[in-house]
């Protein structure tokens, strides 16, 4: 009998083959930005800690977390979610965040890294965004 719960998404969906009992391959970094990053769920055990989603790591970049952009300024925050909506890009893609990001800061930005984890306390993502601004490229 397996009790391991911890190897389940949201969506009850095993991370193991179920015949063979043997971890599956699961795309985890994203390479393009219209696609949806994957979702840093605290019920995937792979998110108990930061995981790369879409990316690299560049000492150049800017780096915020999202639940400081709201803290920070939650007027730019909407304004950031009216940029992302109204950009008509998928949500939680590259391209959505950099729609957000522009609005949010009311000048282009490019993102060039997206890492994700789950806050164990309460259950949601985090993520971290790393960017620049299109006038310091």
Do not use: C
């Not at 959505?96 to 164990?120: R, T």
Request: hydrophobic share 30%; aromatic share 16%; charged share 35%.
């Amino acid at each position: 009998m397996r009790n391991d719960y911890d190897n389940y998404d949201a969506a009850g969906r095993s991370s193991y083959d179920d015949d063979q009992w043997v971890r599956r391959p699961e795309v985890l970094v994203e390479t393009r930005r219209d696609r949806q990053l994957a979702y840093p769920s605290y019920t995937d055990a792979r998110f108990k800690k930061m995981q790369t989603l879409f990316g690299k790591e560049d000492k150049e970049f800017r780096y915020e977390y999202d639940d400081r952009l709201i803290m920070w300024d939650y007027d730019a925050h909407e304004r950031g979610i009216e940029g992302g909506k109204s950009s008509n890009k998928i949500e939680r893609s590259v391209d959505w965040i950099e729609a957000y990001l522009s609005a949010y800061y009311e000048k282009p930005v490019v993102v060039g890294f997206v890492e994700g984890m789950a806050n164990l306390s309460s259950g949601f993502p985090v993520y971290v965004y790393g960017f620049k601004f299109k006038e310091e490229i």
